[in-house]
C-alpha cells in the first residue's frame, strides 16, 4: 500500500510541477490518451492534439476518482473562461439593504 501511495504522489507532484513551471510546457497527444496521459495534458498550458486523438479518465468509467490531480485540473481549465465577480462596494450594500420603506415613506435597515 505504501508502496503505491508514494508512486501516486510522484506523479501528483510531477503534474503539479508542470503546471507551474516557470517555462510554457506545451503537450502533444496522439491516439488513445487515457487516464493518466489525459492527467499530464491537463497540467500543460498548451495541448496541440492531433486529429485522431481520443482522451478519457478512464477511472471514472469503473467509480473511481483521478489520482493524478487530472479533476483538479479539468475545474480549473472550466473555470478559466469565466469573468470574476467584482465585489461589492460599501454603498451598494447599503442601498440594497435600505430598500424597504415603512408607511411613512422613510427608510428602514433590514
Known sequence: MG?????????????????????????????????????LCMGSDAVQAATETYT????????????????????????EGIPKVRASTRSNTSRRRSKYRDGEGRHERC
Open 3 to 39: 508502496q503505491i501511495r508514494s508512486m501516486v504522489k510522484g506523479y501528483q507532484s510531477a503534474v503539479q510541477r508542470l503546471k507551474y513551471a516557470t517555462v510554457p510546457v506545451v503537450t502533444a497527444p496522439y491516439g488513445m490518451t487515457l487516464g493518466g496521459g489525459l492527467e
Open 56 to 79: 478519457g479518465l478512464v477511472e471514472v468509467a469503473v467509480g473511481l476518482i483521478p489520482g493524478g490531480a487530472g479533476t483538479m485540473n479539468m475545474l480549473w481549465r472550466s473555470l
